[in-house]
C-alpha cells in the first residue's frame, strides 16, 4: 500500500519560498501510468490542484499559480517537492501530496495526511 | 468560484437516502470527462470514494453509488450512518487546461 508523507517547515514568511517534500513508500515512485502531485486546501475552503510531475521530469502546473511554481523529483531518493515563490498570506493552507492514477481524467487514489503552511512575518 | 457546482449542504436521518450533485460544463463533464468523489472527514486528508464515475475503490462500502448525465455527475449514499457525516467533493479534468484538475467546491454532509 502507498504511503505519502509531507514534510516542510510550517511556518513561511512573506515573500520567500515555500518548500515542500513528499516521501513515497510501499511503491515505486517510477511507476508507470501514476503521476505525484501536490494539492492544497485553503483554510475553510475547498481543494485546489497545485501541479503534477511524472518520473521522468514531465510536469503540468495550475496556470494560476504557474508563474510561481516548481515541482522536481528524485527518483533514487523516492521523493518529490514543490517550490512556491514569493508567497503571501493567500498562500497560507494544508498543502497535501497524493498519487494520481494517470488517464483521461485523473484521480488521486492516495494521499499523504497534509501539512499546514502558515504564511506570516 | 470552482469550475464545478456542487451545494453547499445536505442533511439526511439515519437510514435515508441523499445524493450530493456536481454541475460541470461542456469544457469537463459535459466533454465526456470522468467524474471521481472525494470524502473528507474534518481533519483528514481527502479519501477517494468513486472513481471513473461509479467504481468504487476496494473498501468503499455499496452504499456509495456515482453516475453521470450531460454536464452534470451525481454521488449518492444510501442507509446513512454517522461516520458518513463528512465533506464530499467532485473532480475531474477540464479541457481548458492542459492536464488539468478541477474540484467542486464541496458539500457538507451533516447526518441528523
Known amino acids: 500500500q502507498v504511503r505519502l508523507q509531507e514534510s516542510g517547515p510550517g511556518l513561511v514568511k512573506p515573500s520567500q519560498t515555500l518548500s515542500l517534500t513528499c516521501s513515497v513508500s510501499?511503491?515505486?515512485?517510477?511507476?508507470?501510468?501514476?503521476?505525484w502531485s501536490w494539492i492544497r486546501q485553503l483554510p475553510g475552503k475547498g481543494l485546489e490542484w497545485i501541479a503534477y510531475?511524472?518520473?521522468?521530469?514531465?510536469?503540468y502546473y495550475n496556470p494560476s499559480l504557474k508563474s510561481r511554481l516548481s515541482i522536481s523529483i528524485d527518483t533514487s531518493k523516492s521523493q518529490f517537492s514543490l517550490e512556491v515563490r514569493s508567497v503571501t498570506a493567500a498562500d497560507t493552507a494544508v498543502y497535501y501530496c497524493a498519487r494520481a492514477a494517470w488517464g483521461e481524467s485523473n484521480y488521486f487514489d492516495s494521499w499523504g495526511q497534509g501539512t499546514l503552511v502558515t504564511v506570516s512575518s | 468560484q470552482s469550475v464545478l457546482t456542487q451545494p453547499p449542504s445536505v442533511s439526511g436521518a439515519p437510514g435515508q437516502r441523499v445524493t450530493i450533485s456536481c454541475t460541470g460544463s461542456?469544457?469537463?463533464?459535459?466533454?465526456?470527462?470522468?467524474v471521481h468523489w472525494y470524502q473528507q472527514v474534518p481533519g483528514t486528508a481527502p479519501k477517494l470514494l468513486i472513481y471513473?464515475?461509479?467504481n468504487r475503490p476496494s473498501g468503499v462500502p455499496d452504499r456509495f453509488s456515482g453516475s453521470k448525465s450531460g454536464t452534470s455527475a451525481s454521488l449518492a449514499i444510501t442507509g446513512l450512518q454517522a461516520e458518513d457525516e463528512a465533506d464530499y467533493y467532485c473532480q475531474t479534468y477540464d479541457n481548458n487546461v492542459s492536464g488539468s484538475a478541477v474540484f467542486g467546491g464541496g458539500t457538507k454532509l451533516t447526518v441528523l
Open positions: 510501499g511503491a515505486s515512485i517510477s511507476s508507470g501510468g501514476f503521476y
Open positions: 471513473g464515475n461509479s
Open positions: 461542456r469544457y469537463n463533464i459535459g466533454a465526456g470527462y470522468d
Open positions: 510531475i511524472y518520473y521522468s521530469g514531465s510536469t
